[in-house]
């Protein structure tokens, strides 16, 4: 064990033995047990030896759990290493074509196949995603922490309320989101879709086929997936912003900063890291969303970034649907794709982890 | 840091002292008046809106005609405060106003959300729907006959084995990190960190890949409880870890000094110090998990029978029947998914306010948003964390039965 690497720790029953004979033994519920001898007369500097004993139960349970453990460590690396093997096939078939390849064809003589137009499709998808929700979460969780009353109408805890309203908005199914998306998001936005295509159609972005749908689009998949982030984000950047120091907030304010300002001149430069943390956290989830896209999208192949535009791809989406079918290189394709993904999410998850660290440790 | 002074001070010019009168500005006083200019923006950004959308560029639907009536609004109430007031207020309200737009655009499409799944599927729910299973339905059967019994049970099941795999692994971790340490502490930690974000549907294939393609032991509800509990492990692990975190030192030193082992000081005093912290921690990933569809999709793929034996066969889940339901062409057919939906929602709202109960019943835990949100700020990196409200109340301070109850009286 090394000592130091963890600065809250455990009991550590310890038993204490001086050099030179004679030790008396202190037995307690002859569980443990302390040793320790004084040295007589003239203090002569000799370092104590510290050992532990341990009772068996506690090698018992210290062997359990750290079984456990590692077993928990070892599980969650075998799946980036299962992934890993198991996509094997797919890189030995595609070669670095895998990434530049956009079709989707894994049966038959010459299988060709590539994650191009899924990735794009997923970054698109998380691109507006975040474009939608990080506003509106930053905006709502500010309204929480500056400006909802703690009580209103001298009974209703609106703050405590509405910080329980996002933390369960943040559990409801994807499924749920997928239904409502679907049946009324989807043709809600359809007005919105070809406004957009109509009159700002020489954007590429918004650029749209003769013959245009307007359902099934990036757009309505990016707005939903957005809508569905919006709580996580929301409940860690309220959580960033209330650790705000009181004192430096109470000091603008009696140098008569208004609202705004406080905001602007304390809030925000003391929660720049946790922000950006908040939404890598939002985006990591967002480019795993599979089903509300799913449910969306309908699969197309050709990478595009007319998000107007009916037909897209994502990661998540193509192992949705393509998970059964396909043969070996089918589902080691699959798995290449997941690891793709798997791989995206992991990086943002640590460089958030480590964005917050630093902002923390440097200011 | 610099913050300009909203009462422009007059400055002390020249060398008699001049009491100077400043009217102060107070941005946050809203008056009558304030109220009409408020109306009055609000308006005109609905006129212009029509105007705009209705008479000169056609836009159908109204998501698009809330967003810019929305824009026009804030324009508006910026320019109308500018010329009343001084710059200071009208940035301040301008800024109040568009927090409080942020915040109805967070709750009101959720509000909508839940709303719809409740509407929808209300009706359609009967005590026949809890019994009845999806045997022997067909385009002809009358509406009404299917159930969703075999989903719940399949829900039921998987879950449960999830949690009985995943749930004893995740604090048994999270006791390891936190209460013995050793040469791969930090390792795990950073792994489940890392992990917590995993993709449900890599979960998924992960399983499906391993299980079902490379053992051949097809589709089953295990397989799915497997998934789940891929997923469920690093949230609990770390949730629990947080809260152990939060139990008190002194705790456990007094538990030494009784000369009490290691086992008994986590068995008899850690662990029910943190008792309610962590029933929500697992709750809270209990949850989540039992919404998830993705990995289900691929592992326990679906039945319209009745299947109770979780190890042996397709079965039905909720999110999953959802999911396959709405995408088939009839009425009735959807309506089923509905119905399945709104169990669901039911069950995941039900855990919810359970384990807020628990968390908030006796205020000796932080409440689940602000457990929650410790869980996720321990990835984020954040440890100490400070709030107001009653939320600030440690999870287990020391000593554990007088102080926290003192803070609540407040």
């Given at each position: 064990m090394s000592a130091g690497s963890l600065p809250t720790s455990g009991p550590r029953p310890v038993m204490v033995t001086s050099r030179g004979g004679g030790a008396e033994n202190l037995r307690h519920e002859g569980k443990m047990s302390i040793s320790v001898k004084e040295t007589s007369g003239a203090a002569v500097a000799k370092p104590l030896l510290i050992s532990t004993r341990r009772s068996p139960q506690d090698r018992l349970f210290r062997g359990v759990s750290r079984t456990a453990g590692l077993t928990t460590l070892l599980i969650l690396v075998l799946i980036g290493l299962f992934l890993a093997l198991q996509s094997r096939l797919a890189f030995q078939t595609m070669g670095w074509a895998f990434f530049t390849n956009t079709g989707w064809v894994t049966t038959g003589p010459h299988p060709q196949f590539g994650v191009l137009s899924a990735l794009t499709g997923t970054l698109i998808i998380s691109g507006i995603a975040m474009f939608v929700a990080v506003p509106v979460a930053l905006a709502c969780a500010l309204f929480i922490n500056e400006f909802a009353p703690r009580q209103v109408l001298g009974f209703f805890p609106l703050k405590n309320f509405l910080t329980a309203m996002v933390d369960l908005m943040a559990a409801v199914p994807s499924i749920i989101f997928g239904m409502?998306?679907?049946?009324?998001?989807?043709?809600?936005?359809?007005?919105?879709s070809r406004w957009l295509s109509d009159y700002l159609g020489f954007i590429p972005f918004f650029k749209t086929s003769d013959t245009p749908i307007y359902?099934?689009?990036?757009?309505?998949?990016?707005?939903?997936?957005?809508?569905?982030?919006m709580p996580i984000v929301t409940s860690l950047s309220r959580e960033v912003f209330s650790l705000t120091p009181v004192a430096e907030r109470e000091?603008?304010?009696?140098?008569?900063?208004?609202?705004?300002?406080?905001?602007?001149?304390?809030?925000?430069?003391?929660?720049?890291?946790?922000?950006?943390?908040?939404?890598?956290?939002?985006?990591?989830?967002?480019?795993?969303?599979?089903?509300?896209?799913?449910?969306?999208?309908?699969?197309?192949?050709?990478?595009?970034?007319?998000?107007?535009?009916?037909?897209?791809?994502?990661?998540?989406?193509?192992?949705?649907?393509?998970?059964?079918?396909?043969?070996?290189?089918?589902?080691?394709?699959?798995?290449?794709?997941?690891?793709?993904?798997?791989?995206?999410?992991?990086?943002?998850?640590?460089?958030?982890?480590?964005?917050?660290?630093?902002?923390?440790?440097?200011? | 840091m610099t913050l300009e002074m909203t009462s422009g001070v007059g400055g002390a010019a020249g060398e008699s002292f001049v009491p100077v009168k400043i009217k102060p500005i107070r941005p946050r006083e809203f008056k009558r008046s304030d109220i009409i200019v408020l109306g009055a923006a609000g308006l005109a950004a609905y006129c212009i809106?029509?105007?705009?959308?209705?008479?000169?560029?056609?836009?159908?639907?109204?998501?698009?005609?809330?967003?810019?009536?929305?824009?026009?609004?804030?324009?508006?109430?910026?320019?109308?405060?500018r010329q009343l007031f001084t710059r200071q207020v009208a940035v301040d309200r301008f800024v109040a106003a568009l927090m409080t737009l942020g915040a109805l655009a967070m709750f009101i499409p959720l509000l909508l959300l839940v709303v719809f799944v409740v509407a929808r599927g209300w009706n359609l729910l009967s005590a026949h729907v809890f019994v009845a299973t999806q045997k022997g339905v067909s385009e002809l059967s009358p509406v009404g006959k299917a159930g969703v019994a075999h989903a719940i049970v399949g829900t039921l099941e998987q879950v449960g084995l999830a949690a009985l795999i995943g749930v004893p692994a995740a604090v048994l971790t999270a006791i390891f990190i936190n209460e013995i340490g050793g040469r791969f502490t930090r390792t795990i930690r950073v792994v489940v960190t890392a992990m917590s974000g995993t993709p449900a549907i890599?979960?998924?294939?992960?399983?499906?890949?391993?299980?079902?393609?490379?053992?051949?032991?097809?589709?089953?509800?295990?397989?799915?409880?497997?998934?789940?509990?891929?997923?469920?492990l690093p949230t609990v692990t770390r949730g629990t870890e947080e809260v152990l975190k939060v139990v008190h030192q002194d705790l456990r030193e007094a538990s030494i000094a009784l000369a009490a082992p290691e086992w008994r000081t986590v068995w008899s005093v850690v662990l029910p110090t943190a008792r309610s912290g962590l029933v929500t921690s697992v709750l809270l990933g209990v949850a989540v998990s039992i919404g998830e569809t993705a990995p289900l999709l691929m592992t326990v793929f679906g039945n319209k029978l009745m299947n109770s034996n979780p190890f042996n066969g397709p079965q039905a889940a909720l999110p999953l029947m959802a999911y396959q339901q709405i995408k088939l062409p009839l009425q009735a057919d959807i309506d089923l998914g509905y119905t399945a939906a709104l169990v669901l929602f039911l069950l995941v709202f039900t855990l919810f306010i359970v384990a807020r109960l628990l968390a908030g019943g006796r205020r000796r835990t932080p409440g689940f948003a602000a457990l929650r949100s410790r869980i996720v700020n321990s990835s984020l990196g954040a440890t100490e964390i400070e709030q107001d409200g009653f939320a600030d109340t440690p999870i287990a301070s020391y000593p554990p039965s007088t102080s926290t109850d003192e803070r609540d009286q407040r």
């Open positions: 409502w998306g679907f049946f009324v998001l989807q043709p809600s936005m359809k007005g919105l359902t099934s689009s990036f757009l309505i998949a990016g707005t939903l997936v957005g809508i569905m982030v000091g603008a304010m009696s140098l008569g900063a208004s609202r705004a300002r406080v905001i602007r001149d304390v809030v925000f430069p003391f929660s720049k890291g946790g922000m950006v943390g908040a939404i890598m956290l939002g985006l990591g989830r967002a480019l795993g969303e599979a089903i509300a896209v799913a449910i969306i999208i309908s699969l197309t192949f050709q990478p595009s970034i007319h998000v107007t535009q009916a037909g897209g791809n994502s990661i998540a989406a193509l192992i949705a649907f393509r998970f059964g079918s396909g043969g070996p290189i089918g589902l080691s394709g699959l798995l290449a794709a997941g690891l793709v993904l798997f791989v995206i999410t992991l990086a943002i998850n640590l460089v958030a982890a480590r964005i917050v660290n630093r902002s923390k440790m440097g200011g | 809106t029509w105007i705009l959308f209705d008479q000169l560029t056609l836009l159908s639907g109204q998501l698009g005609f809330v967003l810019f009536c929305v824009g026009f609004f804030l324009g508006l109430y910026w320019v109308v405060n890599v979960a998924g294939i992960f399983i499906y890949a391993i299980w079902i393609a490379t053992f051949h032991q097809g589709y089953s509800g295990f397989a799915g409880a497997l998934a789940l509990a891929v997923l469920l």
